[in-house]
């Protein structure tokens, strides 16, 4: 299966901005499209997500700050992150969202793109 390509990670100081960039299959839009972060020793967990009908949601420590979009036209998915704090750090993954139905059980990863924020 054609996996997602992330990048635009980097190394920042804590107040600056990245904006993350992933290439994904066409099909992946109707499952709808997340951001996911893996920090170091732990589980990724679901940072934003933007469904097939537009709903958007994030978790609650970046509302505010960082804003997902997509382009279905270019089988992007954007991730602006704008005042980075340290916590933000860790390993950044875009995937499907829903594992149902017509959308496969099991995610596919990609490498993933890196973000390190210091203070």
């Known amino acids: 299966q054609v996996r997602p390509l992330e990048s635009g990670g980097g190394s920042v100081q804590g107040g600056e901005s990245l904006k993350l960039s992933c290439v994904v299959p066409?099909?992946?839009?109707?499952?709808?499209v997340g951001w996911f972060r893996q920090a170091e020793g732990t589980d990724r967990e679901m940072t934003a997500r933007?469904?097939?009908?537009?709903?958007?949601d994030y978790r609650d420590s970046v509302k505010g700050r960082f804003t997902i979009s997509q382009d279905n036209a270019k089988n992007m998915v954007y991730l602006q992150m704008n005042n980075l704090k340290t916590e933000d750090t860790g390993d950044y993954y875009c995937?499907?969202?829903?594992?149902?139905?017509?959308?496969?059980?099991?995610?596919?990863w990609g490498h993933g793109t890196q973000v390190t924020v210091s203070s």
């Open positions: 933007i469904m097939s009908d537009g709903a958007i």
């Open positions: 995937s499907f969202v829903r594992r149902d139905g017509e959308c496969p059980n099991d995610r596919y």
């Open positions: 066409g099909w992946m839009f109707t499952c709808g």
